[in-house]
């Protein structure tokens, strides 16, 4: 069975710090990996996804995601955070991609705080 | 047209009355997706439609009741609800089964 553990669920930054929100994942099989972000009262928006191709995954907004197999890991970085950055942030694993049964995995999600 | 369209954006109901929300996506995606969301929770899955047809239900009580009219439509059909049913329900579209998701704004649901 594919997981994914996200660790913190609160993490606070000061303006123009580092972002690193942490995601682990479980998988038997290669996994497809994908971070999205939620603004109050809205939906959920891509991030950045891994697909296995490069390791390093450039996504919008100046994120960035490092997939790591021997630590199975995918945390998410942005060098100087923004005080729009400010949101819930959902690590997820897919199953079976493009298969019939294929079904995204969420993690419990890590709320973003910026302060100025 | 990048959007997923959800209508109404905010409901409230009794426990006996009949409604329904609806999605809307005009990207020529294939796979179309209801997930409940409570507050500070992660997204469930409740229905997954692939290519018009229902390929996976997650085990939702027979009051939720998904309907497919056609690959740009997405219904749920609301009946005899709950108190605890009460929570945001997201509408998301993708070319294919779990590739990237595009959602909606969502439906902001009070049962009361």
């Known amino acids: 069975a594919q997981s994914v553990t996200q660790l913190g669920s609160h993490v606070s930054v000061s303006e123009g710090a580092l972002v690193l929100l942490r995601c682990n994942y479980s998988?038997?099989?290669?996994?497809?990996l994908f971070w999205y972000v939620q603004y109050p009262n809205q939906g959920l928006q891509l991030l950045l996804k891994y697909t296995s191709a490069a390791t390093l995954v450039k996504g919008i907004n100046g994120f960035e995601a490092e997939f790591k197999k021997s630590e199975t890991s995918f945390h998410l970085t942005k060098p100087s955070a923004h005080m729009s950055d400010a949101a819930e942030y959902f690590c997820a694993v897919s199953t079976n991609p493009y298969n019939q049964g294929g079904k995204l995995i969420f993690g419990q999600g890590t709320e973003l705080s910026v302060k100025p | 047209d990048t959007e997923v369209t959800q209508t109404p954006k905010h409901l409230v109901m009794g426990m006996t009355n009949k409604k329904s929300l609806k999605c809307e996506q005009h990207?020529?995606?294939?796979?179309m997706y209801w997930y409940k969301q409570k507050a500070k929770k992660p997204p469930e899955l409740m229905f997954v439609y692939s290519y018009e047809k229902l390929s996976i239900n997650e085990s939702v009580p027979s009051r939720f009741s998904p309907e497919c009219p056609n690959s740009s439509l997405l219904n749920l059909h609301l009946h005899a609800l709950q108190p605890e049913d009460s929570a945001l329900y997201l509408c998301a579209s993708s070319h294919a089964v779990v590739e990237k998701l595009f959602f909606g704004s969502g439906t902001q649901l009070s049962v009361l």
């Open positions: 998988s038997s099989v290669p996994p497809y």
């Open positions: 990207m020529g995606h294939r796979a």
